[in-house]
T-cell receptor
């Protein structure tokens, strides 16, 4: 069974540009989460999808971040326009349902905004 | 809100030494507790978990016991190996109202094991 995959693995962009991160969860997992680790600090929750619906987006830092999960399969996280403080590692995780609590993480996308 | 505090690293040990990484938490509800590990160049992997008080999670020689009275979930291993070098994250799942199970993480503790 394939794990959670993320693309790209690394992205270097200039301030003001747009970047789109993609996450493919484990097949059959309805729950999809986005997290971010900035500057070696703690990993922080961004948002949670159940299928294609946003269950909780309380961690989204501002309206420059837009997450989608069309069709309830893969998800994208777009940052537009990117700022220096957006640099960090963006992790995606998925779980089968709300009872199955174990979240399986992808390898992360390392974003550097110059 | 919920929070997790874990000991700062880096922690450097000799092979076969005993490891303890302290983790304490604050939660409004009754959380599940997790240890995740990130090996160099890889993503986060679940190491072990515990879902209720006095439960002991264990995997690969690592153990942690859910202590509700001290709100702690310390990670231990009796004899570390060079291959255990990684960053270890303590986390809790709120299991709060409305479901969701979002994870709250500590800052991570880098462990380096030397020969």
């Amino acid at each position: 069974e394939a794990g959670v995959t993320q693309f790209p693995s690394h992205s270097v962009i200039e301030k003001g540009q747009t970047v789109t991160l993609r996450c493919d969860p484990i097949s059959g997992h309805d729950n999809l989460y986005w997290y971010r680790r900035v500057m070696g600090k703690e990993i922080k929750f961004l948002l949670h999808f159940v299928k294609e619906s946003k269950q909780d987006e309380s961690g989204m830092p501002n309206n420059r971040f837009l997450a989608e999960r069309t069709g309830g399969t893969y998800s994208t996280l777009k940052v537009q326009p990117a700022e220096l403080e957006d640099s960090g590692v963006y992790f995606c995780a998925s779980s089968q349902d709300s009872v199955q609590e174990t979240q399986y993480f992808g390898p992360g996308t390392r974003l550097l905004v110059l | 809100g919920d929070s997790v505090t874990q000991m700062e690293g880096p922690v450097t040990l000799s092979e076969e030494a005993f490891l303890t990484i302290n983790c304490t938490y604050t939660a409004t509800g009754y959380p599940s507790l997790f240890w995740y590990v990130q090996y160099p160049g890889e993503g986060l992997q679940l190491l072990l978990k515990a879902t209720k008080a006095d439960d002991k999670g264990s995997n690969k020689g690592f153990e942690a016991t859910y202590r509700k009275e001290t709100t702690s979930f310390h990670l231990e291993k009796g004899s570390v190996q060079v291959s255990d070098s990684a960053v270890y994250f303590c986390a809790l799942s709120d299991r709060g109202g409305g479901g969701g199970n979002k994870l709250t993480f500590g800052t991570g503790t880098q462990l380096k094991v030397e020969l």
